[in-house]
């Protein structure tokens, strides 16, 4: 069975997963700093249930992924299921305020959807294996050293990775936006896009919460982390 998280084993001591959506580039990114760093893509969920060396899984924000999702929809190459679940047609997707979207996905199991969409979680985690530490994407340039610690290999000092992770970092204040269909908020051209928070008013954050509930419970999955 085909793993749904992104997972790169180095030797036979460290495993890192992050999932789709969650600042795989950024991920990436990090990866490239290290000397000589080898490390195997590991795609049969077998191998992950078995690994036994220590697993650390790069998480993202829940309720800032669950807006990338939304800006990502219209990519029929990368989604493709997205529209046949939701009984619309591709082009009309458009015309999705954000609240609307997590009101389809509520009633679309989540499971059976492109991990883009999905939860962060791995099948069989906490039941067949599970993560022995969590890091949150957005802090990941400061985990480099201590990365760097685990994995036992130096950092490139003439490497650099520029993160991804822009929500926080560029993106602007521009009042609530929640309720505005996808096609008018990605028409803001040459503008920053809306910070992520601009969608969420106190309902949609429940819905949202609903909606991703696996990624909001567990170890380091508390809504608590995730005040907004």
């Not at 992050?18 to 760093?37: C, D, K, Q, W």
């Not at 999705?96 to 979680?121: I, W």
């Amino acid at each position: 069975m085909k793993a749904k998280l992104i997972h790169a084993q180095i030797n036979d001591d460290f495993l890192l997963s992050i999932a789709p959506r969650a600042g795989y580039h950024t991920f990436l990114g990090m990866l490239s700093v290290f000397e000589n760093l080898k490390y195997t893509r590991i795609r049969d969920i077998r191998k992950v249930h078995a690994f036994k060396g220590k697993k650390i899984k790069f998480i993202r924000n829940p309720y800032e992924r669950a807006v990338s999702t939304f800006f990502m929809v219209p990519n029929k190459k990368l989604v493709g299921n997205i529209g046949k679940p939701f009984n619309m047609e591709w082009k009309d997707v458009l015309n999705l305020s954000f609240y609307r979207y997590l009101q389809k996905l509520n009633k679309c199991s989540l499971k059976h959807l492109n991990p883009h969409v999905g939860f962060q979680r791995e099948i069989g985690e906490n039941s067949n294996f599970k993560y022995d530490e969590f890091f949150k994407i957005e802090e990941i340039e400061n985990k480099i050293q201590e990365i760097a610690s685990y994995i036992k290999c130096d950092v490139d000092p003439s490497k650099s990775f520029g993160t991804r992770h822009k929500w926080c970092k560029e993106r602007v204040d521009v009042g609530f936006c929640g309720a505005l269909p996808l096609g008018k908020v990605r028409s803001r051209k040459n503008r920053p896009a809306p910070h992520y928070k601009c969608f969420y008013n106190n309902k949609v954050k429940k819905l949202a919460r609903k909606v991703f509930k696996e990624d909001f419970h567990g170890q380091f999955y508390d809504i608590k982390c995730w005040n907004i």
